[in-house]
Structure formats: C-alpha cells, structure tokens
C-alpha cells in the first residue's frame, strides 16, 4: 500500500514539474519558434536528400532551449511586475510556486545547452542564438516598461529564429537570410500591437508600454497597416529572384500576397472599429499568416 502510494505520489510530482517547465518556458511559443528555425533550414537546403536528421534533431532541442531560457529569464526579472497582472500572475515564478533562484539555475543550464548544441551545428547559428538570449532579456525585458521602443527591440531577437535555421543549412548569412530576417521583424509590429491592444488594460498594471503612441488609437492603428505593408513587400521580394538561393515562383508569390492581404484587412477593421475584439482577431490572424506564408515557401520549394 505504501509502495503504490510512493509511486503515485512521484508521478504526480514529475506531472507537477513538467507543467511547471512548460509554462516558464513558453512552450507553445517555443515549439512555435522552433517551427520557424526548421521552416527557414528546410528553404536553405539544396533538396529533400540532403536534409540532415542530426542537425534537424539539434535546431529543435537548441532552439528550444534558447527561447526556454529567455522566457525564464524574462519570467525572473518580471516577477513581481507579473504578479500585477491578471494574465501573468499564476506563473510559476510569479505566483511563488518556484523560487528565483531555481528559475536562474534552470534558465543558465537552458543557455548553456542551447549555446552547446547549437555551436555542435555551426558557430555562426549558436552566435545568432547568443545575441536573441542577450537581446531579449538584457535590452528588451528592461525597455517594456520604459518606452514603446521596446517593441522595435523586441522584434531583432524575435526575428532572428527564421534565417537561423538558413544560416544553420549553410553557414552564411546573405542576402537570403537576410531577407527572412525581414519577413519575421516587420511580423513582429503589428502581432504585438495587437496584443498590447486588448491587454491594454492589464499591461497598464504591470506598468509596460507597448503601444507606438501608448494609447489605443488612430496613429497606433495606422502604424499596424504601415508595418503590414512593409510585411507584404519584404514576403514578396523572393519572387523577384533578387534574393540569390531563396525564390518563390509566382504562383506560390499570388499565395502570400492573398495571405498578406487578409492579415491587412485584419489591421485595417483595427484601424476602423478599435475595438479589442478586432484587436484580438488580428493576433490571432498574424499567428495563422506567419505559419501559412512558411508552408507555402516550402511546399513551393519542394513542388518547383
């Protein structure tokens, strides 16, 4: 009887640990990431043969511990700011489920296997992985609650993980991962503004600034459509055949352009009813886009 109860008891503690794992590490968001990393390795390889399992295996578990220990790092520094706030204050480290300084151990071990695993790539990929684990937590975490400018910042290290898996293929980053780079930054504005939009109100709590002009108006609403734009044109160059080893065939280009006009008629019915809901609808558009434009890249490289 003891016996089953040990067993039991110890399940439901790895159970306990697991969940805990998942939430400081954002594992939604970082199985998300890792998506982009492998979309953006499986557009810098010559052809289906010559996908390398082994460096699949490593952007997957590198690249999910580098946003892992980013969240985490970011969930220590916010905790007390996170407890504030409806949407953040059950977090693990927030609530108090688990101390500061076990959250530091586990965020450091997160780093250095990223770092480790991604140098066993190439030193290129685990330099770019360094410099997103830098920016995000010691230039991005600080400026939220500063100035809206935090979001500019934000969106280097939030763009980095699509040419990364390009830069893993091969070792350089040129002008197509560069333009990559492009495609995922200018995703970030108008994805983020949204959500700063309806949480507005809880963002205000923690005291963070994420809108362009700090309020939920017209000029922010404008600002989305511009970036969208922006967006639209950098998803479009590769059909140009501008952009060296990364092209896109018209047909696949008409594919994102119709992705790209559906995600701007998200910001436009923003810019129009500002309301949370169409805020809402937005983000939830911008998730959809980023995935969808990624799929269309490979399957237009595979069928070509």
Known sequence: ????????????????????FKEMTKMGLALSVVFSTIAGYLLAVPDLKSIDLGILVALAIGGYCMVGASNVY??????????????TMNRPIASGRVKP??????????????IGILYAVNPKTAMFGAIS????????????????????????????PFMLGWVAATNNFGIEAGTLFMIQFFWQFPHFWA??????????????????????????????????????????VPVTGMTGRLYLTPISGVLVLLA?????????KLYKRRTDKAARSLMLVSVTYISLIQIIYILDKILR
Do not use: C, H
């Open 195 to 236: 959500i700063g939009w309806f949480l507005y109100d809880d963002y205000k709590k923690g005291g963070f600034s994420m809108l362009p002009t700090g309020k939920r108006d017209t000029k922010t609403a404008t600002q989305t459509i511009l970036y969208t734009v922006w967006l639209i044109i950098a998803s479009l």
């Open 74 to 87: 970011n969930q220590i520094i916010e905790r007390e700011l996170d407890a504030k706030m409806k949407r």
């Open 260 to 268: 790209g006009l559906w995600m701007l008629s998200a910001t436009i």
């Open 101 to 114: 300084s076990a959250a530091f151990v586990l965020a450091t071990v997160l780093t250095v296997l990223g």
């Open 133 to 160: 684990i830098f920016l995000y937590t010691s230039v991005y975490t600080p400026l939220k609650t500063i100035t809206p400018l935090s979001v500019f910042v934000g969106a280097f290290p939030g763009a980095i």
């Open 1 to 20: 009887m003891k016996a089953a109860l040990n067993i039991s008891s110890e399940k439901s503690t790895s159970v306990s640990v697991l969940k805990e």
